[in-house]
């Protein structure tokens, strides 16, 4: 199935802008975003080497959600450790995890060693990705049967969904238009990542002139960090990345968009930066800025973006004002990750609506 790209003529409208503004609408899979990209690849190939069971880690639960979904087409069991800071609210998305069968636990939990040490000094313990996944990983390493998947980060998971940059580039050449500029969301960078390598590719290679904008959170703006090797979770279970890292350890304060709350950035991502490619903005924490402009979206366009996807909208609207200011005409695009069905309390929280 292709993904829609829709041009947002109402928002342009509201904004009054010259920029001609086009979006990816990754909220158009089975479970919302574009996890199922990677998640359905991934159970593929596990069961193809006999494995019987995956687990996992997930920040906004997204993930969690596309490998439950992918695991249940793929008769595999899932275990997925949750950021408690987000299952704790996402009530909603817990079960509908668990309606696809899976195991979830809020992370830390007591049900590892990289969990239980945390959780017993504070068993209110907000989590951490990267506590998630050492939870994931320590689980799968006691249990044959069972691997690993990673929704975010690594090269395969890039490349998984670099499906989404490859549509675009097809349904762009459709209408004979060319972006000037793509916005993503980045976390660990796998929506960014899908959404922008194939137009690194006509940057690199055919000379195309196009801006990448990542919108970050303050909370964890780790495009901003130091480019080194350093561990991908808490636990030091993982080989060393080479990335753009705020430090493998340190704590974030907890977002409603919590999945963009990672240390670290994927290295393809990581060294893109560090040639210069790519520029990013971080947003305020306390995300109403962020919020109030995916409300804009939702009262032009329709769609209720997901937390994380809202910091897409909100860089996009602002880079549409600045073309009003300057008249310039630029094509913007930008992805819509996931949508945000199961995400209204957060809104609500923030907007006090
Ligand atoms: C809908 C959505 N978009 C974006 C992200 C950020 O992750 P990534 O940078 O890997 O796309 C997440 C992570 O949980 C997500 O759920």
Redo the contacts with the bound molecule.
Sequence with gaps: MEIPLFRAYNLEKKLGTPAKLFYKS??FSPT????VNTALAQAYYAKKEGFTRLTTE??????GTALSYACALTDLKCTVYWVRAVHDWKHDRRTYMRLYGADVYASPSDKTEAGKVLYEKDNKHPGSLAIAISEGLEDSLGDQKAAYAL???LNH?LIH?SIIGLETQEQFKKIDMYPDVLI???????????FTLPFFGDVLTKNKKIQFIAAQSQSAPNLTGEYKYDYADHAELTPQLKMCTLGHQTDFKPIR????R?HGC?PILSLLRNHGLIDTIAYPIDEKYVFDRAMMFMQTEGWIP?P??AYSVACAIDEAEKCKRTGEEKVIAFNV??HGFLDIYGYNEVLGI
């Design positions: 990754e909220f919302g975003s574009h996890k997930t920040g906004a639960g997204q993930w929704g975010s980060v998971v969904q993503s969301c980045l976390g660990g960078g796998s929506n960014f990542g899908g968009g919590d999945g963009l990672y994927s997901a994380e996807s990750s996931g």
